[in-house]
């Protein structure tokens, strides 16, 4: 998945970075409100991770721009005030939950996947197609019984085209959603990635389909 951090704290943002690296998400970080209008204009984002107290104003004036421009994208709240009112006045504008200063790295985590999850109609973590099961949370795929853990990008790639089966994806898409900006990424990333995960696939219903000067597409034959 694909995360927008709106955060000044720096130490706290590059934590928050790294953890999430390590769940196989990418992150795109803004210090500033002007940052983030201008990421949130440019990339589609599966979440918003946004800060209250910003350099340049209050993320609550993001959140209502944000919702005003009918934009859907989850918004989870990163605050520390814990006044009732506060929190009330934060959902009330929009946000999809939030969390309260200062939080545990896991607390944050789970709050992201029940978002998501929310979003995707879903309370189930699991994907199930044909011979296939996608475990997202676990970070491992099962075809035909046999237990495969996939890395990082492999995973997110997997579960990007599982969730939206039948879309297409053109190549420099995928490298918009799988890359932040500051990732040097080649050319040839994406056929790598794509490589590998049909290998991982080979002799299941599953399948990514080239379709040429398209992109790619997942099929459940």
Known sequence: MKFLLVEDNLELA???????????HTIDHAARISDAVDFAASEDYDLILLDI???DGDGR?????HRAAKNDTPVIVLTARSQVSDRISILDLGADDYVTKPFDHAELQARCRAVLRRKLGSTQ???????VEFDPVGGHLTVKGDVINLRNRELRLLELLMNAKGQVFSKQKLVDRLFSYDDDVSDNAIEVYIGRLRKHLEGSS?????LRGLGYRLDHG
């Open 206 to 210: 599953v399948q990514i389909v080239t």
């Open 61 to 65: 004036s993001f959140l209502k721009q």
């Open 53 to 55: 107290m910003l350099p």
């Open 14 to 24: 590059h934590a928050i970075c790294s953890r999430m690296g390590l769940d196989g």
């Open 125 to 131: 973590t699991m994907i199930h197609l044909g011979d």
